[in-house]
């Protein structure tokens, strides 16, 4: 078995599709058939079920694609480690953002991974906390920007930095938002987070003592798409502070004059992997830039 054919069924077990694993793999789709024809044949087990729509994972397929990408995390750590003796971090260091560039000091801390580790390769992926923060715990990610809980024990987390959610709609519902208490708010459509986010949790605690639940006008995964929303009349929406600012500025949104809820980010990992030196260089960079930036 090798680590090449192990990462050949995780690419196709998550694409779906020989063609998109081959250009993943940057191989051929008939050297994808060939490794993970090679693969069941040395596990004895069939992988994947051929359909019409794509290459779908069979049980036992499902059982073994995360213990596969264990075994190439394992694989990876052990170059790096190797690397580390000769006083070199080199590989490829994969970041989640779940928000915008500006707001995660891409550009701060990436410049200073570049300068510091000239051949550590970023690979950024973006996408929502909770979808990233499984990825963490799967191993297809080193590290990832969340806001929110985690509701994996393997994944650990360090906090980064603290602002503030507000409750805003467009200018139209400007004269009921202004007198709004809880109840009038529950009343008002509202454009309903992922149950799994933050801001969900900020909806059912703003409303947990009244008896009213707030009305449900649609829902939204990302911020541009609730961003979006709001601008279009659809609803309420809780959104973080700094986006409501520029927002006011424009005259595209009003805010509701009531609390503001504390919305902290973080950066999960994989606890077993807190020793590996990529993840130690990612967080302490990283981490070093939120803290220079609250100064």
């Not at 707001?103 to 690979?123: D, F, R, V």
């Not at 202004?178 to 109840?183: F, L, M, Q, Y």
């Amino acid at each position: 078995m090798e680590l090449y054919q192990l990462r050949t069924f995780v690419t196709v077990a998550d694409t779906g599709n020989l063609t998109q694993a081959a250009e993943r793999l940057f191989t051929s789709q008939p050297a994808v058939s060939a490794h993970i024809k090679a693969l069941e044949e040395e596990l004895e087990v069939k992988l994947f079920d051929r359909t019409p729509k794509g290459m779908r994972l069979t049980e036992s397929g499902t059982s073994l694609r995360d213990k596969a990408q264990l075994v190439i995390n394992a694989g990876n750590e052990l170059k790096l480690a190797a690397k580390t003796l000769q006083g070199e971090i080199t590989g490829q260091a994969k970041v989640g953002l779940n928000t915008d560039a500006e707001y995660l000091l891409l550009a701060k801390w990436h410049n200073a991974l570049m300068s510091e580790y000239p051949n550590l390769k970023i690979q950024l992926t973006q996408g929502t906390s909770i979808d990233l923060v499984q990825k963490v715990g799967k191993g297809q990610l080193d590290v990832s920007f969340f806001s929110g809980d985690i509701p994996y024990d393997k994944v650990s987390y360090v906090e980064l930095c603290d602002t503030h959610a507000v409750i805003a709609a467009a200018p139209k519902w400007k004269d009921k938002l202004k007198r709004a208490g809880r109840e009038e708010l529950a009343q008002l459509p509202w454009i309903y987070p992922e149950p799994l986010c933050i801001y969900h949790r900020f909806l059912n605690l703003i409303f947990s003592d009244t008896k009213v639940q707030p009305a449900w006008a649609t829902s939204s995964a990302t911020e541009d798409s609730t961003i979006a929303l709001l601008r279009s009349g659809i609803g309420l929406a809780f959104i973080r502070n700094d986006e409501a600012d520029a927002l006011l500025k424009k005259g595209e949104i009003v805010v509701w004059p009531g609390e503001s809820f504390t919305l902290p980010l973080r950066m999960a990992y994989l606890e077993s992997r807190k020793e590996d030196p990529v993840i130690k260089a990612l967080l302490e960079i990283i981490v070093k830039k939120f803290e220079k930036h609250k100064k």
